[in-house]
């Protein structure tokens, strides 16, 4: 899995359907739901960005949990060791998501 | 007592180093759980307006924390067993290389062993996880890596002294 620094504008542009790599030689899931800088859907994982002013937006990710909590067993394996490692990932994923938006953001804006 | 056998047993050692190894790791995650609600509050303060603040202050500090001492736990069980191997190792080497138990000495032996013991993880992380690891990010390299290698190298060093004034005294 390797990271991206910077957006790659053949990504820019998802449609429905679309294949999604988890990264190189892993598993991969379809674009189901998706509007252009509003929200986007892998499967029921769910990015969406809410504007809050004119130099703010909230980025909102979330996951259906349900699918993963099957039974009792799976219950317990999900609050106590799937969701905490989880949210480790999630929130650093985000961070990235953030940090790339806001430097091309300000790359734009030197220009 | 026989003047050549420190009376110290493995198992005395072993047991040791995994409870230093624990203590690091809890202590470790402690400050970063509180450098993580201190960061994560202030954006969600000065970001979010005041009829959501409050739920999502406590969430968010809910969540970290939770996160963090489910981490931490699984760290320490594995760092106790680097731990113990650490403190094998000093031991071993202290016995063949210092016999006459010099504090600088001890304190070379130590540094030496965490710095080979710290080469050898991180080498084998490399190795083994390729593409799912990367440092070039500063946040990553200075709290998954450089962060705690530090903190392990602190701790063996004063271990290392530790173990050796135990050795020294029985002697």
């Known amino acids: ?111 | 007592m026989n003047n050549n056998q420190p009376n110290i047993s493995n198992k005395n050692v072993a047991y040791n180093g995994a409870i230093v190894a624990i203590a690091a790791v809890f202590a470790y995650s402690i400050i970063i759980m509180v450098y993580i609600l201190i960061r994560s509050s202030s954006t969600i303060y000065s970001i979010m307006p005041n009829g959501e603040r409050s739920s999502i202050l406590w969430a968010s500090g809910v969540s970290v924390a939770y996160s963090i001492v489910i981490f931490s736990l699984f760290m320490g069980a594995l760092s106790s067993v680097l731990g113990v191997m650490a403190a094998a190792f000093l031991k071993k080497l202290l016995l063949c290389f210092n016999r006459q138990f010099q504090y600088n000495k001890a304190i070379s032996i130590s540094f030496i062993t965490a710095l080979m013991l710290i080469t050898i993880i991180y080498f084998l992380l490399f190795t083994l996880l390729k593409d799912w690891m990367t440092i070039k990010y500063i946040e990553t390299f200075l709290f998954w890596f450089l962060f705690p290698a530090a903190i392990f190298l602190i701790v063996c060093i004063i271990g290392g002294s530790q173990l050796n004034k135990i050795l020294k005294a029985q002697l």
């Open chain 1, 1 to 111: 899995m390797v990271n991206n620094d910077v957006p790659h504008p053949e990504w820019q542009n998802p449609q429905r359907g679309d294949t999604v790599y988890y990264g190189k030689n892993q598993p991969f899931t379809l674009v189901t739901l998706v509007k252009h800088n509003e929200y986007y859907s892998l499967g029921g994982w769910t990015f969406y960005l809410q504007p809050m002013d004119s130099s703010n937006t909230r980025l909102i990710v979330r996951y259906p949990s349900m699918e993963i909590k099957q039974s009792k067993f799976d219950m317990a394996y999900y609050y106590t060791l799937f969701e905490p490692l989880h949210f480790i990932m999630e929130s650093g994923m985000m961070m990235g998501i953030k940090q790339r938006a806001e430097r091309q953001q300000k790359l734009a804006e030197d220009e």
